[in-house]
């Protein structure tokens, strides 16, 4: 009998750069334009899917990745903001009575804002290099809204 051995081909320095380059690129365009305007961070990954979506699958798929995750945490620091201003609010509407809850609730709105930012930062960069080394990166807390 003979053993077959399967050979899978690895991404080409090209691709490797594109998807690496669609996860840098999603976290500089965030990171220029604010956490609070993270639309960018998307855009940057949706522009690099357009251009390689037809010529590598690898690049592709990464771009698609950071697209999903750089929505999801924008998605999540929108409900952060949303929440603070309810918290804000409850303070105003009961003169400062509501302080005792909202205070902190707030602080722990603030940790939770310090939370999305970090695993923001941290993630991208652990998905560029992973691309970059020619290896698959699924990122946590991502909501699959592009498949």
């Avoid at 965030?30 to 699958?57: H, K, N």
């Amino acid at each position: 009998m003979e053993a077959t051995t399967v050979q899978t081909l690895s991404p080409s320095q090209s691709e490797r750069l594109w998807a690496a380059g669609a996860h840098a690129g999603a976290l500089l365009a965030a990171l220029a334009t604010s956490w609070s305007a993270g639309i960018a961070g998307a855009l940057a990954a949706f522009a690099v899917w357009m251009l390689v979506r037809d010529r590598s699958e690898f690049a592709a798929t990464h771009a698609k990745e950071a697209l999903n995750f750089n929505l999801s945490m924008l998605l999540y620091a929108i409900a952060a903001v949303a929440i603070g201003v309810v918290l804000v609010g409850a303070t105003v509407l009961t003169l400062g009575l509501g302080l005792l809850v909202t205070a902190p609730a707030g602080l722990l709105l603030v940790l939770a804002y310090a939370a999305i930012a970090v695993t923001w930062l941290v993630c991208s960069l652990i998905a560029a290099f992973k691309a970059y080394d020619g290896q698959d990166y699924r990122y946590p807390l991502t909501l699959r809204l592009f498949g």
